[in-house]
């Protein structure tokens, strides 16, 4: 299930505190010189008329350019001891990216609907029609089910009485297959007037491919429930990277910026420099995504994901795209890489891609047991990537290559992807 976020930037971000760039205005008739005390003062027009109640895109009225050069900075100061930090793999066009896109769903003292995104570290809801950041298809099917609401006499959901049916509204848009599925997020499983409403939302959308309705009945910060119904088109969708087709399910973990992951998967492999010989173990893999995108490079890939339901898509995709040399297996991974150890099997290349939170000591140190000669760490968080890369180049590995990747224009975050060798035994522990 996935957590509240606001859809700006769900990631950790490298520049701490805001960043205010702009400069303060020049009093009329007086280029360049302050203005005296009572002399009218106009602040400069933000490109998003949100941004000073939201404070998701941190960075939205500073020019692309500058952003790159101020996370590249900063990148290269965190991470700047364990080696050289290559130039950013930057945005060509930084607008719209999102093709995963979350409305919270509420409504004024009138009971008017509204929806928009939480102020940053609250559950306050700023109402807003379009975002900067976010596929403008999606914003616009969100504008047409917050119109048809009070035709359907559907209430939102209150957070502080619990009252309410509608709660939350997300978008996953294939970004190379055109697909789009909506999810409702209602507190019941009935939705009144269903068919009218799915015949009404189709009028307007025709393009959506897939509705499907998921009940979070409960008080949680979770977006979404555990339990799920379609009401319209298969209960999914499929995308590609990188030649590769991706089944999407409303809780399939699937990066929000497709242009920047095609880069950002490649560049793994890429790193990983597999020449058709080498097995590859894809550690946090999810549903299959970057050892799939690797297979065809390996002699075999080796999956681990521990949630029951990414293992199952992750089998189904690794069919979809008839690989042959790919198996996924439901297991910790810590302790998958242990076993592999004491049976004495190897593999040269480990890929991990752990959530925000990091690895583990405990992943790390059974990774060490395995020692693999290289290790292609996909990084969202600069803050425990260089916590972990800490641990690492005591313990045997150096990084070869650091190279950020701008998967979140506008936004403080950052995603890494970092190749690791193993060192001599005489190099660890100095």
């Not at 991974?333 to 000591?361: C, I, L, N, Y």
Request: glycine share 8%; hydrophobic share 35%.
């Amino acid at each position: 299930m996935e957590k509240k976020f606001n859809r700006a930037g769900n990631k950790a971000g490298v520049t701490g505190k805001k960043t205010d760039n702009r400069r303060k205005p020049a009093v009329p008739g007086r280029t360049g010189r302050p203005g005296k005390a009572g002399d009218a003062k106009q602040a400069p027009k933000s490109r998003c008329p949100y941004s000073k109640k939201c404070g998701g895109c941190q960075m939205i009225d500073m020019p692309y350019k500058k952003q790159i050069a101020i996370k590249q900075e900063k990148m290269e100061e965190m991470l700047g001891k364990f080696g050289k930090v290559e130039p950013f793999m930057a945005m060509d066009d930084p607008d719209h990216y999102r093709c995963k896109v979350h409305a919270v769903f509420t409504h004024d003292k009138k009971g008017n609907p509204q929806s928009g995104i939480y102020k940053e570290g609250t559950h306050d809801v700023v109402p807003i029609d379009a975002c900067l950041l976010e596929n403008e298809k999606a914003d616009a099917i969100i504008a047409t089910i917050r119109g048809m609401l009070r035709s359907f006499k559907i209430k939102t959901y209150d957070e502080d009485n619990g009252y309410g049916l509608l709660r939350h509204v997300l978008i996953r848009v294939g970004h190379n297959t055109g697909e789009i599925m909506v999810v409702l997020v209602l507190t019941s499983p009935i939705l009144p007037s269903k068919n009218n409403f799915v015949k009404a939302l189709l009028k307007e959308h025709p393009e959506i491919t897939t509705i499907v309705i998921n009940v979070n009945d409960k008080h949680t910060s979770m977006i979404l429930g555990d339990k799920e119904k379609t009401i319209y088109g298969p209960g999914f969708i499929y995308d590609t990277v990188c030649g590769m087709k991706f089944k999407i399910s409303p809780k399939s973990f699937y990066q929000v910026n497709p242009v920047q992951t095609e880069k950002l998967y490649s560049k793994a492999v890429e790193l990983a420099g597999l020449t058709g010989k080498e097995t590859a173990l894809d550690c946090y893999c999810g549903v299959g995504t970057i050892g799939i995108i690797a297979s065809p490079k390996a002699k075999e890939v080796i999956g681990v994901e521990l949630n029951k339901d990414a293992v199952r898509d992750a089998r189904l995709n690794a069919r979809m795209n008839e690989i042959k040399n790919i198996d996924i297996y439901e297991n910790d991974a810590s302790k998958f890489m242990v076993q592999m150890a004491e049976a004495g099997e190897k593999v040269d290349v480990v890929f991990m891609d752990p959530p925000r939170a990091g690895s583990t000591e405990v992943f790390m140190e059974s990774m060490f047991k395995l020692a693999p000669d290289r290790v292609v760490y996909v990084s969202c968080s600069p803050d425990t990537l260089a916590r972990d890369l800490e641990f690492m180049t005591k313990n045997g590995y150096v990084a070869k290559r650091i190279i950020p990747v701008d998967m979140f224009a506008h936004t403080r975050s950052v995603e890494t992807v970092v190749l690791l060798t193993r060192t001599t035994a005489k190099e660890v522990r100095v």
